[in-house]
């Protein structure tokens, strides 16, 4: 039998450019109980569903097409909005770890991951993002 999930606390935005990747990742983070706010695939896509949307972290893919990548969307995303971003990523070389590490991430899975990863990410996002606030307040 399946374990029943509660529904939990928590508005995840997906950036991912890889379309049956994006709804496989929406699936998993739906059948985890939280509210998916959207689907973005693109760096300027994600900060404008970020702004109209008001999720409380972004799942970001760092290698996305286009002028913007995963880790300058994510730059822009926790300067403007303080949203905290986690990481989804095939590529976890020593050069993009290290750029992806100035935009102070949430998180940083490697891909491929499965329910544990993300949801473990995912609450502990949640968590410390929680923290911080508390703590400025």
């Known amino acids: 039998m399946a374990e029943e999930r509660k529904k939990v606390e928590g508005r ?3 950036v991912e450019d890889e379309h049956i990747v994006a709804m496989g990742i929406k699936k998993m983070v739906k ?7 959207g689907v973005a695939s693109s760096g300027k896509d994600a900060i404008s569903k ?13 290698m996305l097409k286009g ?3 995963g880790v300058e969307a994510a730059g822009e995303i926790r300067e403007r909005f303080d949203v905290p971003v986690v990481y989804l990523t095939a590529y976890s070389d020593n050069k993009i ?14 891909k491929p991951f499965d329910e544990n990863d993300l949801h473990s990410s995912i609450e502990i996002a949640l968590h410390r993002h929680r923290k911080e606030k508390e703590k400025t307040e």
């Open 67 to 69: 002028d913007m990548d």
């Open 31 to 37: 059948s985890l109980g939280y509210t998916v706010t």
């Open 97 to 110: 770890l290290e750029r992806a590490k100035k935009t102070e991430p949430f998180g940083y899975i490697v």
């Open 50 to 62: 970020d702004e109209s949307t008001f999720p409380d972290v972004v799942l970001m893919d760092i």
């Open 12 to 14: 995840i935005l997906v």
